[in-house]
């Protein structure tokens, strides 16, 4: 989450912490190892620079679903282009048609968050990652309750496309909506209402 944003979407005075804000007390092991071999500084520097180029091609590829001829800036870095030939390897091969995802809240169930890209059958997301974890589907699973009602979750499916920034290939998986990991993550946004969220702000976990 870029460091502008807000830990939270606000609505009639009442907070809604945000997908990616309570995913963030979970561990991250890519850069635990950054930290472990390449010393503090170096691991800043390493993580502001993966995550300008997963906004950048975050980006590029929401302008190219939304209908503009996109094409990556000859300024952009090589992990950008690379990951840029990845997401145009994926459209060719799949065929799928998107539309952009938008931030979106649920009062019932107390949070809020904004997917990559949506279609009639389910969620994507989009990862410039070295491999997709755990986390990753705990986070695209907890988009479907916000953009699909609970009679269709049984029919919805979640996809992760990882845009490999080096090779410029991509490889994506789909699964069916599982509510079990969703539970999940409403168990980690209660711990995270608790200790992340002060007691006089109106948020959505009180």
Known sequence: MPVSEKPYYEVEGIRYPRVTSILSILRDPDVEDWYARLGDKAAKAKRHHAERVGTTLDELVKRQVA?????????????????????????????????????????????????DLLNATGVTDIKATTRLRPKHWIQVMSYVPLYFSEDQWDKVAVTLIRLDTFLGTAQWEIKPFDRTIWETFLKLKDVYGQWFMTPEEPHANK
């Open 67 to 115: 209908g503009q001829t996109v094409v990556a800036p000859k300024s952009a870095s090589s992990e950008v282009k690379q990951g840029w030939k990845a997401w145009r390897e994926y459209r060719d091969l799949s065929g799928e048609q998107f539309t952009v995802g938008y931030p979106k809240t649920s009062e019932r169930w107390g949070y809020g968050g904004c997917a």
